[in-house]
């Protein structure tokens, strides 16, 4: 492994210990969410029995020092991909700071942001761009977007080996294109997609570019700034940090211009009861009590994932993913969806031929291998390909070549057990 030492790193994370019916667990749901180191966990319960207080108010010092570890994480959590702290909003969630975009270019639409915003507004027949093999998290807030304006969702097609058409995104990236919102990593495919070439695509046109960092910032060195994008969003529970958190990066521009879209406390200058103005960013997008103790943890788990090095840990899963698709590709019935041999991460997914999903996830289950089954929220994408449903294992960096070749052997016994061989 490149790894150094797998079996100490794997001792980091308590749930790894667990059996599951008397086999020890095969992990390999971590595109769902991933488990979390000690650290990480000790990280959020010292701070609640040290320093815990409400940030960015009250003059004690138990305020003073909890802002100063909340505004720490900021730093470490910008710094994990490439950006300053003041371009990372706190959010709860990938779908919140997806959510969090589409309704503050809504509400500059609706002429909330006054002049400052006003080139964010959409009209209608203006176009939205996604892309096929899009989570419904990066879907459904630009058509309620569309739905609100008047504007339109176009999507840009997935070729057979899961790539994307970028042939037609050419065609499809037009003047009416204001955004286009497109995934990193696909969470059904692992495949990495051409990001500079849709930035330059959407550049090109003067729209916006927004990426799904969700399934790419727990496994691939980031730095956002660099890939040009004008938002990301990401998901904190993925990487080895706790639920509840996660982070919408924005340039400065872009954050500078966007009205918010949750409002109320901790977000404001002067208040009365006829208005309000605003705090600059981020602390424009952050309204409510935020997750204090969740940031804090992870930040931990950011450092612990820089302590590994996010070379190592895209290579180590490198290593893996090749070994997982090589071996479900030899077994007979089984198809993969999106065989691409393109920059991948750690995941796959595949059906077994005359056997549900379901019943190969309950078989793994049965010899403790922990897999998704479903449409992993990509509905279009596996209409696509003419599925309703089919089985993901996916990696993270505790993950062993053995647990890889226990998913193998038991998949390899599905059809049989299921008389699906006859
Ligand atoms: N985008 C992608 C690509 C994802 O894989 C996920 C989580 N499955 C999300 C968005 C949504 O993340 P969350 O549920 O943590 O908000």
Known sequence: SLVPDLAALRADFPLLDREIDGHPVVYLDSGATS????????????????????????????????????EDAREAVAGFVGAPAEQLVWTSGATAGLNLLAYGIGNATAGRGGAASAHLALRPGDEIVVTEAEHHANLIPWQELAARTGAVVRAIPVHD??????????????????????????????????????????????????????????????????????????????????YGVGALYGTAELLEALPPFLTGGSMITTVTLEGAEYLPPPQRFEAGTQPVSQAVALAAAARYLDGIGMARVRDHEHELERRLRDGLREIPGVRLLGDADVERVGLASFDVAGVHAHDVGQYLDARGIAVRVGHHCAQPLHRRFGVTATVRASTHVYNTSADVDALVEGVAGVRAFFGADA
Do not use: W, Y
């Open 35 to 70: 488990q979390k180191p000690r650290i990480v966990l000790d990280a959020e319960r010292e701070f609640l029995e040290r320093e815990n207080a409400a940030v960015h108010r009250g003059a004690h010092t138990l305020a003073a020092e909890a802002t100063i570890r909340f």
């Open 161 to 242: 080996d899961g790539t994307l058409d970028l042939d037609a995104a050419r065609a499809l990236i037009g003047p009416r294109t204001r955004v286009v919102a497109f995934t990193h990593v696909s969470n059904v495919l692992g495949i990495v997609n051409p990001v500079a070439e849709l930035v330059a695509l959407a550049h090109g046109v003067g729209a916006l570019a927004v990426l799904d960092a969700c399934q790419s910032a727990p496994h691939l060195p980031l730095d956002l700034p660099a890939l040009g994008v004008d938002a990301a969003v990401f998901s904190g529970h993925k990487m080895l940090g706790p």
